[in-house]
């Protein structure tokens, strides 16, 4: 069984740094074709994707806030980590991590909600 | 960008068929994705690979591509059934996912 789960501040100020934690199990990140996604949504708003890590540590990146993001992982403590730099009230969301199965998010976490206020 | 356009709002009456849509260019030339969202959960994957369930997703749930809109549809509706619902493809010349913007099914 696939579970995975989020952590981190549940309150940043703006400009500060976030940094997101996905704590996995059921998978390996060694595995071909698997990866973690992860994805936000703003209060009443769409799910936007931010980022993915393959499990050869390909990445790929939300090209609007690919200046502003780092996904990595530590395939032996089964751990996905996504920072955002210059956090901003905008930003405010709901933070969900994503197992990957090529370009199929089939697994999600719980998501963990953040807010941008100083 | 590749664009995934969805209605905001459909609404049915229990028993009869929902459809939702999701347009984009040339869309059926891609994989698609439909992933259900209830008030306060987290999303689930409801039709992958165009047409195909995951385990646990009732028959009533289908989906069709072709052309330029992809369609979920969920035959004899349930109140159970209303969420928010989401498409989603690899957007190939960006090289990453795409969403939808959602749409929100009401049941009557």
């Known amino acids: 069984q696939i579970t995975l789960k989020e952590s981190g501040p549940t309150l940043v100020k703006p400009t500060q740094t976030l940094t997101l934690t996905c704590t996995f199990s059921?998978?390996?990140?060694?595995?071909?074709?698997?990866?973690v996604s992860w994805i936000r949504q703003s209060p009443g708003k769409a799910l936007e994707w931010l980022a993915l890590?393959?499990?050869?540590?390909?990445?790929r990146y939300s090209p609007s806030l690919k200046s502003r993001l780092t996904i990595t992982k530590d395939t032996s403590k089964n751990k996905v980590v996504l920072t955002m730099t210059n956090m901003d009230p905008v930003d405010t969301a709901t933070y969900y991590c994503?197992?990957?199965?090529?370009?199929?998010?089939?697994?999600w976490g719980q998501g963990t909600t953040v807010t941008v206020s100083s | 960008s590749y664009v995934l356009t969805q209605p905001p709002s459909v609404s049915v009456a229990p028993g009869q068929t929902a459809t939702i849509t999701c347009g984009g260019e040339?869309?059926?030339?891609?994989?698609l994705h439909w992933y259900q969202q209830k008030p306060g959960q987290a999303p689930v994957l409801a039709v992958y690979?165009?047409?195909a369930r995951p385990s646990g997703i009732p028959e009533r749930f289908s989906g069709s591509n072709s052309g330029n809109t992809a369609t979920l549809t969920i035959k004899r509706v349930e109140a159970g059934d209303g969420a928010d619902y989401y498409c989603?493809?690899?957007?190939?010349?960006?090289?990453?996912?795409?969403f939808g913007g959602g749409t929100k099914l009401t049941v009557l």
């Open positions: 040339n869309i059926g030339s891609k994989s």
């Open positions: 890590i393959f499990w050869d540590d390909d990445k």
């Open positions: 690979d165009n047409s």
């Open positions: 994503a197992h990957t199965s090529l370009t199929i998010m089939d697994v």
């Open positions: 989603q493809v690899w957007d190939s010349s960006g090289d990453h996912p795409v």
């Open positions: 059921g998978f390996s990140l060694r595995n071909t074709a698997v990866g």
